[in-house]
């Protein structure tokens, strides 16, 4: 248990050092490899730690370096190992956790505001260079357990010591849901009218009128209106930065001057403009519009919705068919509709770690009973009706060799991984370059770090 709060705080850690002045005066506690773990880095850790704990886990300073260590020793050999992470994927991950952090916090400008960066672009940039470091560690240990497995005898001896040493887990209340989904899509009238008013905006440009000015008046992206970046539609970007992959296509482009024709987005329809081509860097600015969906188109969604649940209800037809003929969500339309966790990749839900927003509208549910059509969007990507059925609920309880033995398998596999992770860490601290400042000489560490 103390292991897994540790790694859920690992990113949050890495949130907080990098959006620091990392130069400072500052003691170097130690170096792996070609990777620098500062003293406030361990100081910053605890603090997360306590934090995301209520203090509730005692740590020690020697600990807390010891995990550090372990990460960056694996994300060292990931460079060693030439092991490869897709700038797609690092995007996927910025995006999601940017998304978890605004659920968590309220507003994107609560969570800059909070980590203390400058603004959203900033925080993006560094949310890709530690996911990418996260997504390379990754990487290497599934590298170092990918042909780890184990045996039936191997899942019954695991529990059956458990079970000597009253230690059995205790397992949270958990849920399957499935979904029917009703995606919101502008009418072709209204993007038609949306790709002209860029073209027009275009031409206005082209024939001497300010892009910044028009870019204030008319954007759709918040920061036009603001003093950071993205005032006057006006980004800074690299091919490494967290944009999406549209913008970066169309950035990278372009001439240097040359004005895009309207391209399409998660978030809408855009012109971009190259301003100044600086190296690996470029000046753009960009103007979104995005398409408006009526009043009346949502409430037909809704109330299409609301008559097949209406259906369903009477036992008109099955939940599995109204998937099958109503639900647009590629994801879970040729799957009943179930809904995969994409922490576990099963189709169960822990209640007590779920969006708090779904957890209000499931919570209270019986397995078979359905929500009412509720308003959802992804940014970036949709807008929705959605309602949710409950397939099945397990309350709170004690292990269960029969009813739990999936979870169990799970749990003895990720203990022999663990444990050859272990033995991988200590094989490796003798052939890389490790140095432990003076002050932490004392630590009892768990491996060899000190080489002694």
């Known amino acids: 248990m103390k292991q897994n709060i540790i790694a859920v705080a690992f990113l949050l850690f890495f949130i907080g050092i990098n959006a620091q002045e990392r ?39 020697c600990e807390i370096l010891e995990e550090i260590m372990t990460q960056k020793l694996i994300a060292h050999h990931a460079v060693v190992d030439s092991i490869v992470a897709p700038d797609a994927d690092i995007n996927s991950e910025v995006e999601r956790n940017i998304a978890y952090f605004t659920q968590q916090l309220g507003t ?76 919101l899509k502008p009418s072709e009238e209204e993007t038609n009218r949306v790709i002209e008013k860029l073209k027009e905006i275009k031409k206005e440009i082209e024939d001497g009128y300010s892009f910044r000015l028009k870019a204030i008046i008319s954007s759709d992206d918040p920061s036009a209106a603001g003093n950071g970046p993205g005032a006057g539609g006006k980004y800074t970007l690299t091919r490494e930065s967290g944009f999406i992959k549209e913008f970066k296509e169309v950035a990278f482009s372009l001439d240097e001057g040359e004005i895009s024709e309207p391209f399409e987005s998660g978030f809408g329809y855009h012109i971009l403009q190259v301003e100044k081509i600086k190296g690996q860097e470029r000046d753009v600015r960009h103007i979104l519009i995005q398409p408006k969906i009526s009043q009346e188109e949502l409430d037909a969604a809704k109330a299409e919705l609301e008559k097949v649940r209406e259906q369903i209800l009477k036992g008109e037809i099955t939940f599995e068919e109204a998937v099958v003929k109503y639900s647009d969500d590629k994801e879970t339309r040729l799957n009943k509709g179930l809904i995969l966790n994409p ?8 209640l007590t770690r779920m969006d708090p927003n779904l957890y209000a509208r499931v919570s209270n549910l019986k397995a078979g009973e359905i929500t009412e059509p509720y308003y959802d969007e992804i940014r970036g990507e949709s807008k929705m009706f959605k309602m949710i059925l409950l397939k099945s609920k397990t309350d709170a309880h004690t292990a269960d060799f029969t009813k739990d033995y999936e979870k169990i398998q799970e749990l003895t596999l990720q203990k022999k991984q663990e444990e050859t992770i272990e033995k991988w860490v200590e094989e490796k601290i003798q052939d890389t370059y490790i140095k432990i400042n003076k002050d932490f000489k004392t630590c009892n560490f768990k491996h060899n770090w000190k080489k002694e």
Request: aromatic share 6%.
């Open 23 to 61: 130069i400072k005066v500052d003691g170097v506690a130690v170096v792996v490899g070609k990777n620098i773990v500062l003293d406030s880095d361990i100081d910053k850790f605890k603090k997360e730690l306590q934090q995301r704990t209520e203090g509730k886990i005692d740590i020690t300073n």
């Open 108 to 183: 994107i400008e609560k969570v800059v505001s909070m980590y203390g960066f400058n603004d959203e672009e900033d925080l993006r940039k560094e949310l890709f260079d530690i996911q990418k470091e996260q997504l390379l560690i990754q990487k290497e240990r599934a590298s170092i357990t990918e042909k780890i497995d184990v045996t039936p005898e191997e899942v019954r001896t695991y529990f059956k010591n458990l079970e000597k040493d009253n230690n059995l887990p205790e397992f949270s209340a958990e849920i399957e849901m499935a979904q029917i989904v009703r995606t």
């Open 343 to 350: 922490q576990t990749n099963d189709t169960h839900f822990d």
